[in-house]
């Protein structure tokens, strides 16, 4: 297909499928006006049934944890993908430390505002991973800003530092435990015959930090596996730009 | 004409939905087409959150508020947040299949994609 009727078509089709959509935007209820029942109760509920004050968060660890199980496990596959497709084949040879030159680490100025930096971002990550059953946060947020804990060390100092920080097969190995613990979390009801991904844990009292039973035990799960997710991307990427081969042009 | 008005959000989305699309469509770069894509799917993030809407609606987080008080939906920001984790180790994937591909076959448009082997 060439460029030129690939967008002949797109300019027939785009429009068409844009009348038809705004034909249907048209038609729902006027924005702001939110009708449905369901997220309703929900935010009725949640602070009673499950003692969490953050109901987006019991929306997602509890009352549709399947669905973010299923999420989890993208992420996995997705992580598993990228060490997959940029692993370094045996045969294929690697310049040696790299056509790009690992750089030198930056000025002390800016390693000094690192170092204070990484202290109160680890803080925050895991304050945030771990209030995420009562205020905005949990185990998604808490990975991401722990990861760029890491990245931050790559900033002060270069590569091989971050290398050093963050040992490779340790990484893979929390990775792995912490998708398989929200899955054996969820199976565990199912020994005592009740349904996948019943809340049993007791659920404490409500604004506890250990209050909301399995939802907080699940966020914590799922913000080891995201923080060890984004560092094993950071890891091989960074592998990748040093160490990778570069084809003549 | 307030109709319009009422439904902005909606096109809004569908506004960056068309703008990721087109570039999509004309891309010369595969990073470029990476970057379309999530464009394409943050026009869902704007999509569901304006559906879950609700004028004077506060923050679903009853930490500080009475239960009982009308919040915004809280299930259309449960779908998003962990889609939005999701989108970025996906990118992260779709980036590495462009490293690859340049690796093995030396261009980065994708209509040269083709002349590709092994």
Request: charged share 15%; net charge negative.
């Amino acid at each position: 297909m060439t460029d030129r009727l690939r967008l002949a078509i797109f300019l027939v089709a785009g429009p068409v499928f844009m009348g038809l959509y705004c034909y249907a935007a048209m038609n729902l209820p006027p924005w702001g006006q939110y009708r449905g029942p369901y997220g309703d109760m929900i935010a009725k509920l949640a602070v009673y049934e499950r003692h969490a004050t953050d109901t987006v968060n019991a929306i997602n660890y509890d009352y549709r944890g399947f669905d973010t199980l299923g999420e989890e496990f993208i992420l996995f596959t997705a992580v598993i993908g990228v060490m997959m497709l940029l692993r370094r084949e045996k045969d294929v040879p690697t310049s040696p430390a790299g056509k790009v030159a690992d750089r030198p680490p930056l000025s002390e100025s800016v390693r000094a505002v690192i170092s204070p930096a990484l202290l109160i971002t680890t803080i925050f990550g895991f304050y945030i991973g771990l209030h995420g059953q009562l205020t905005p946060g949990g185990g998604f947020q808490a990975g991401v800003i722990l990861a760029s804990a890491a990245i931050l060390v790559y900033l002060a100092a270069n590569t091989e530092a971050f290398k050093r920080t963050t040992s490779h097969v340790a990484v893979e190995v929390v990775e792995a435990i912490g998708a398989a613990s929200y899955a054996l979390i969820g199976i565990v009801p199912l020994l005592i015959g009740l349904p996948l991904l019943t809340n049993i844990l007791p659920l404490g009292v409500t604004g506890d930090v250990l209050s909301a039973g399995n939802i907080a035990l699940i966020s914590a799960c799922v913000g080891v596996e995201v923080t060890a997710a984004f560092l094993l991307v950071a890891y091989t990427y960074l592998e990748e730009i040093v160490t990778g081969e570069i084809p003549e042009e | 004409m307030p109709h319009i008005l009422h439904s902005l959000p909606y096109f809004v989305a569908a506004w960056l939905f068309f703008c990721g699309l087109y570039g999509l469509v004309t891309s010369r770069h595969l990073v470029h087409s990476v970057i379309c894509l999530a464009i394409l799917q943050s026009s869902t993030y704007v999509l569901l959150l304006a559906i879950g809407y609700r004028v004077g609606g506060a923050a679903p987080i009853f930490a500080d508020i009475a239960p009982g008080v009308l919040t915004v939906d809280p299930v259309v920001q449960a779908l998003m947040l962990t889609d939005v984790v999701v989108e970025a180790v996906v990118v992260a994937l779709l980036l590495a299949m462009v490293v690859k591909a340049y690796e093995k076959s030396g261009c980065v448009s994708p209509s040269e994609l083709r002349t590709m082997r092994g």
